[in-house]
């Protein structure tokens, strides 16, 4: 009768030793087991864990919830780097009506002005919290001095929605010098180069393929010279 009570009793220790958290299991503990001669039982009274120096287990501590962001100003195109801290979501109002819910947004106004943009911080733990800033967008100015000299040139559209093409027409340029127009994306990679001439009315640059995003053009001469250098967007 004791042989079947104590194996009774360590299958009913067994089981509870299973039931443990996984932490638990990889510690000794004692369960208090009682028996009598007529009816075997388990009373676990408790459990007593060896090993008390490892550290308990706890969820990291989050800090403090922090709207901000920094913003570059191309024309009427505002490109927007979010440096939240803590956040799980976003909520853009960019001043004119419009609102966007990513996290680094680019946003084209339709008019030049001043706005005030706001972004708002969320998560599930400190609520929501917002950080707001003053932007000006204007007009792209097509007049730049090359080689002493000031000019007009125009470059349309731009911004650019993804599959137009995009018309470059620079004048007076000097009939005996020999042009190339160039295009880099913002990592520095050459996306096109087109021959261009005091002859020209002007050049198309094909972009129904490329990436939205912000590039940057240049006129060089023969000798490599960079008479113009301006920034291009195409919207996403």
Known sequence: MIRLITTTCLALWLFCAASLPIKAQFHSFIPTCSFSTETPSLDVVG?????????????????????????????L???FTNTSD???????????????????????YEYPG???TTLEAINGVNGLVSFSDTIVVDYC???????????????????ATKGQSINFEFNQLNANHQYQLLVYNML?????????????????????TWPGGLYVYQLVDETGKVLVENKLMIGY
């Open 114 to 116: 001043t706005y005030i």
């Open 47 to 75: 459990l007593t864990l060896i090993g008390d120096d490892l550290p308990p287990i706890t969820e990291a501590a989050e800090g403090p919830l922090e709207a901000n962001y920094n913003f570059e100003v191309f024309c």
């Open 86 to 108: 803590e956040a799980l979501s976003f909520r853009w109002g960019f001043g004119d009506g419009d609102t966007a819910y990513v996290t680094h947004p680019t946003h084209v």
């Open 188 to 208: 520095g990679q050459q996306m096109q180069m087109l021959p261009y001439s005091a002859n020209d009315a002007s050049k198309r640059l094909e972009v129904s």
């Open 141 to 159: 100015s097509d007049i730049t001095s090359i080689v002493g000299q000031t000019f007009n040139y125009a470059v349309y559209p731009n911004p």
């Open 77 to 79: 195109t505002a490109l």
